[in-house]
């Protein structure tokens, strides 16, 4: 564990400990955070990070790199969201300069890769998804975008992770005609939850292939950006009328009756995935659909300016998972101002009330300055977590872009990430591997997450969150 490496936290050696049993009382004082200047802006997103860091363990003698505790009941987080917050580091180093976190981030995203460095390591198999494999890959994207140090070059390198993971999401044995097309949620056919297909898994493989293309100009991944976009359009899970996007819906039924809840990471991951498109193609339908989908997010999950997560948080249902989804609507609806630079009169305004308003919040627990989630409030909600902090984070680190925040590179543009078109080829074709047999230990997880779900929202309303629970084996 590493002290003492963010200003204004001498005292932390006590934060660790503190922060365990963080969550039960909420300071009466303000918040010591701001966003009124470059320098506040560094300063609350340095410490935000820092407090973010003391949920992380595998820097810990015995602990297991690159992953938050978990997946349940083992801890409260899934292999995903490690990926996630590695991601939001990095956009935290990119945007800021702080390089504190460069080490940990670069052996965690390199332990995690797997024996095929695909980011499929054998350890979550039972549970994986095509989404959960994808954060690690679009983390691995952005690390190229972004010019993070590259790996030594003995080790996999962060493009060829990427297209590892859009390879492997790209063969044949991940595609069927259900529905006519489109990723399942669940990458192997024995998971709970495979017969969902949804928007997370083909956002994700979406957004994957928009930068792919943009990074390597290879139309490879612009065809599959294309025929992903069009297949959710299809099956109904955008809404050609009002743009929203749906959760997902059963294959086996023919995807007829679809979930209708609406997340916010569904629309950012499309809306930045398109804004991608336009960038690097100039064809004016990608511009149309990202502004349509920015409009529509910005009314939708900014009611009153402030990140709002509509489908569970006013009902008090948001599951860990879903704690997380504000951060990334803050960081990718950041990255469409810089590459649809059109879009950020709208966006930039918006982004900065909620910050303002997330950061008011973060008066609880220790040190009187963590944050909670319902930032629309304007106080604590007394409960603590990574998903809680890496959101705020994001949100803080965010406001960075269009002060000195550089755009996402491309091979041509800057970046010096090497690349392998044939990464991942051929990876988990492998039949034994796909049809592993699910072992006690994974029913065990599966069940206690089930169980923690139907007691929690009851009824069909869970049959519903156990299938958009993203991430979870459930
Ligand atoms: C898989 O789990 C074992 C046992 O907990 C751990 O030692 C190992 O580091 C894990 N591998 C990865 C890639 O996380
Ligand atoms: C693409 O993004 C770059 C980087 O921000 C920007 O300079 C350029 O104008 C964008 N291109 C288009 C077509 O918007
Ligand atoms: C483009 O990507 C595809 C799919 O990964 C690959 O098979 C092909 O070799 C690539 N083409 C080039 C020119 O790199
Ligand atoms: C496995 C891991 O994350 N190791 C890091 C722990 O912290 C030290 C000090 O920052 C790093 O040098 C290691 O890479």
């Excluded at 670069?106 to 499929?120: N, R």
């Excluded at 991944?221 to 749906?246: C, H, K, N, P, S």
């Excluded at 930045?272 to 064809?283: K, V």
Aim: charged share 15%; hydrophobic share 40%.
């Amino acid at each position: 564990m590493r002290l003492l490496l963010s200003p204004g936290v001498a005292v932390a050696a006590v934060v660790s400990v503190l922060l365990s049993t963080a969550g039960q009382t909420a300071a009466e004082d303000a918040s010591p955070f701001s966003i009124d200047s470059e320098d506040d802006i560094k300063k609350t997103a340095s410490i935000v990070a820092w407090d973010l860091m003391q949920y992380y363990k595998g820097n810990l003698t015995g602990e297991t790199p690159g992953i938050l505790p978990g997946p349940p009941p083992a801890g409260d987080y899934y292999w995903w969201e490690a990926g996630a917050m590695w991601g939001t580091l990095i956009d935290y180093w990119a945007w800021s300069g702080d390089s504190t976190y460069n080490d940990e981030i670069m052996a965690a995203m390199q332990w995690q890769v797997g024996p095929k460095a695909d980011y499929q390591p054998p350890n979550v198999t039972a549970s994986l998804g095509n989404d959960d494999q994808a954060f690690w890959g679009m983390s691995a994207m952005l690390a190229a975008e972004s010019k993070f140090p590259d790996p030594p070059s003995d080790k996999p390198q962060w493009l060829a992770l990427a297209q590892a993971v859009f390879n492997t999401q790209a063969a044949p044995d991940r595609h069927d005609q259900l529905c006519g097309g489109g990723l399942h949620w669940q990458i192997y056919s024995v998971n709970h939850g495979y017969p969902y297909k949804n928007s997370i898994a083909n956002g994700c493989f979406f957004n994957l292939g928009a930068r792919l293309y943009r990074y390597t100009g290879n139309t490879t991944y612009l065809d599959w950006a294309v025929r992903t976009w069009d297949w959710m359009d299809r099956v109904g899970f955008i809404d050609r009328e009002t743009w929203a996007i749906y959760d997902g819906a059963n294959s086996n039924k023919g995807c007829k009756e679809i979930n209708r809840a609406e997340f916010s990471y569904n629309n950012a991951i499309f809306a930045q995935g398109a804004a991608f498109l336009y960038n690097a193609t100039e064809d004016a339908v990608w511009k149309q659909r990202t502004e349509k989908l920015v409009e529509y997010g910005l009314k939708t999950f900014f009611p009153k300016g402030v990140a709002v997560e509509i489908s569970c948080e006013t009902a008090g249902t948001c599951t860990t998972d879903m704690l997380t989804f504000k951060g990334f609507l803050h960081r990718w609806y950041s990255v469409i101002t810089q590459i649809v630079p059109s879009t950020a009169p709208s966006i930039r305004p918006i982004l900065k009330k909620s910050t303002a308003a997330a950061i008011k919040q973060c008066t609880g627990a220790a040190l009187g300055r963590q944050c909670g989630f319902k930032w629309a409030t304007g106080v604590y909600d007394g409960k603590t977590g990574a998903g809680q902090q890496m959101s705020v984070l994001a949100a803080v680190a965010s406001q960075l872009v269009g002060l000195d925040g550089k755009a996402p590179v491309t091979g041509k543009s800057g970046g010096t990430s090497k690349g392998n078109p044939n990464a991942g080829s051929g990876g988990d074709t492998d039949p034994a591997d796909r049809h592993r047999p699910i072992t006690t230990a994974d029913r065990v997880g599966a069940g206690f997450v089930t169980f923690t779900l139907v007691a929690l929202v009851g009824g069909v309303f869970a049959w519903m969150m156990l299938d958009t629970h993203q991430g979870g084996e459930s």
